[in-house]
């Protein structure tokens, strides 16, 4: 559109995409293989193309309904949209391109990796080039405030008003999963429920909703703190949560290990008991 039709077009955002994607021999393979066994033989590999790490886990939902239209997508079609795809390539026109183009790209994305979009920013007349920490090629679906806020910029359209409360609630999920959520949420009383709120709307919609900061990190932030303070129970909880948010068995190691530094031994010493514990739990599997 931005080539052949720039007067309809006032501003481009373009996203986990390229001005070329893989090779003509690749999509062909790939067509062949659809005709001949359906979508249903993309499938295994697919939840590691298109998603960032933990993402399945975080919102397993969001991930089941994406891979089930991939299932019931229709195969001929499929197919032609590959061949249409092995012969597209306007890295030679984008210099061509004077509309204002936004490239947006997942930095964690196999597909179209981040120097796919940049080419793009750098390559058209007014290019601008954005990297989403912790996104893989699907950005839409794992970053969406992020992206729709991104875009609103770009275009400069107002953004829409917050509700910091569905926003909290939507990060509180992700982080300590539906079952852990669901659960509180079951549980709460008309003492409680003023005081569940509360930590919906300031810790995880107004404090986990900011930008500074991705959520490995603040996982290794909150992990520290509740292990200086003695919060043990909590320290259980945002254990799962920062495996769910991508930190490894060794990492949370040395983060206890260094805590016993700066903390203290004994309060490194229960956080490494508590630790044992939950770590094997989850990585047994009852990561709810």
Same mark, same amino acid.
């Given at each position: ?180 959520? *669901? +659960?509180?949420?079951? =549980?709460?009383?008309? #003492? %409680? $429920?003023?005081?569940? &709120?509360?930590?919906? @709307? ?11 900061? *991705? +959520?490995?990190?603040? =996982?290794?932030?909150? #992990? %520290? $703190?509740?292990?200086? &303070?003695?919060?043990? @129970? ?17 990492e949370i190691k040395e983060l ?30 009852a990561q709810g």
């Open positions: 559109m931005a080539l052949d039709a720039p007067t309809r077009v006032a501003s481009a955002t373009v996203l986990c995409t390229g001005a070329i994607i893989g090779t003509a021999q690749g999509w062909h393979e790939r067509a062949s293989t659809v005709r001949t066994h359906g979508t249903d033989a993309l499938l295994p590999g697919t939840p590691q193309r298109w998603f960032g790490a933990g993402f399945v886990q975080r919102r397993p939902g969001v991930a089941a309904a994406l891979l089930d239209a991939l299932h019931h997508a229709d195969a001929e079609s499929y197919a032609r949209t590959c061949e249409a795809l092995a012969s597209f390539d306007v890295e030679q026109r984008l210099a061509d391109i004077v509309t204002p183009v936004l490239a947006i790209a997942g930095a964690q994305d196999t597909p179209t990796p981040p120097e796919s979009l940049q080419r793009i920013a750098t390559g058209v007349k007014h290019g601008r080039f954005e990297v989403l920490d912790g996104v893989g090629h699907l950005a839409p679906a794992e970053a969406p405030e992020r992206v729709a806020a991104l875009i609103a910029n770009h275009t400069g359209a107002p953004v829409p008003p917050v509700d910091v409360y569905t926003a909290g609630m939507a990060v509180r999920r992700d982080v300590l999963g539906d079952a852990h959520v *669901d +659960r509180a949420v079951a =549980s709460t009383t008309d #003492l %409680t $429920a003023d005081f569940q &709120r509360m930590i919906t @709307e300031y810790a995880w919609g107004t404090i986990w909703t900011r930008p500074g900061l *991705d +959520r490995r990190s603040r =996982s290794l932030i909150t #992990l %520290t $703190a509740l292990i200086a &303070r003695g919060h043990h @129970e909590e320290f259980a909880m945002h254990l799962r949560a920062a495996r769910r948010n991508g930190l490894t068995n060794d206890i290990m260094q805590s016993a530094v700066y903390c203290g031994v004994p309060d490194a010493n229960t956080a490494f008991r508590i630790a044992a514990d939950v770590l094997a739990d989850y990585d047994g599997g």
